[in-house]
């Protein structure tokens, strides 16, 4: 089965950069997607195709990618920023999609 | 403003078939370029993608609900529906639906960028 792999946590101090990564275990990688969801909402789309941010997702998030590994970056970590993230992706067929394991971001 | 909005029973018994619908407004359910999603959360544990479908009808299932899952599309009523049938505790979560916008060519996704707010959905007797 195809699986998203996350840490299940990363701490950090508000202003410092926190990054976050998802690897992928299938040699063909799709795109990657990141939601960031609060407690008792609904998840929010912060980045999608990997590197690119939906209108109104601050700057201070970023995406990147390096072999079948993606990494999301929040610069300038504010203390709003604390939630789950996770990542979601489709597998090689593109017929069905797969939630990461998701990661709590703690602002210290 | 796209707005989707998860309706359901609350509580359904073990074996039984739970339907959820999602209404959308603020949008054709039939514009094109967009899948309509389903994702599911049990309580303290992380997101689980269901299923979707196109609004010709076309759908995709999760490989370990693929059996149980039944997604249709009401494009009278802008609305889509989930049916999963014989569901045990595990089924128990909150769901979800969400809206998937692709592009006109190229590869990818614009993501789930519209989602509703959630339903509870209990399985027990």
């Known amino acids: 089965s195809y699986e998203l792999t996350q840490p299940p946590s990363v701490s950090v101090s508000p202003g410092q950069t926190a990054r976050i990564t998802c690897s992928a275990d299938a040699l063909s990688k799709q795109y990657v997607y990141w939601y960031q969801q609060k407690p008792g909402q609904a998840p929010v789309l912060v980045m999608y195709?990997?590197?690119e941010r939906p209108s109104g997702i601050p700057e201070r998030f970023s995406g990147s990618t390096l072999g079948t590994t993606v990494t999301l970056t929040i610069s300038g970590v504010q203390a709003e920023d604390e939630a789950d993230y996770y990542c979601q992706s489709a597998d090689s067929s593109n017929h069905f999609y797969v939630f990461g394991t998701g990661t709590k971001v703690t602002v210290l | 403003q796209v707005q989707l909005q998860e309706s359901g029973p609350g509580l359904v018994k073990p074996s039984q078939t739970l339907s959820l619908t999602c209404i959308v407004s603020?949008?054709?359910?039939?514009?094109?370029?967009?899948?309509w999603n389903w994702i599911r959360q049990p309580a303290g544990k992380g997101l689980e993608w269901v299923g979707r479908i196109y609004s010709s009808g076309i759908t995709d299932y999760s490989p370990s609900l693929k059996s149980r899952v039944t997604i249709s599309v009401d494009t009278s009523k802008n609305q889509f529906s989930l049916k999963l049938s014989s569901v045990t505790a595990a089924d128990t979560a909150v769901y979800y639906c969400?809206?998937?916008?692709?592009?006109?060519?190229?590869?990818?996704?614009?993501?789930?960028?519209?989602w509703g707010q959630g339903t509870l959905l209990t399985v027990s007797s």
């Open positions: 195709r990997d590197t």
């Open positions: 603020g949008d054709s359910i039939n514009s094109g370029r967009y899948y």
């Open positions: 969400a809206r998937e916008r692709f592009p006109d060519y190229g590869s990818g996704t614009f993501g789930f960028d519209y």
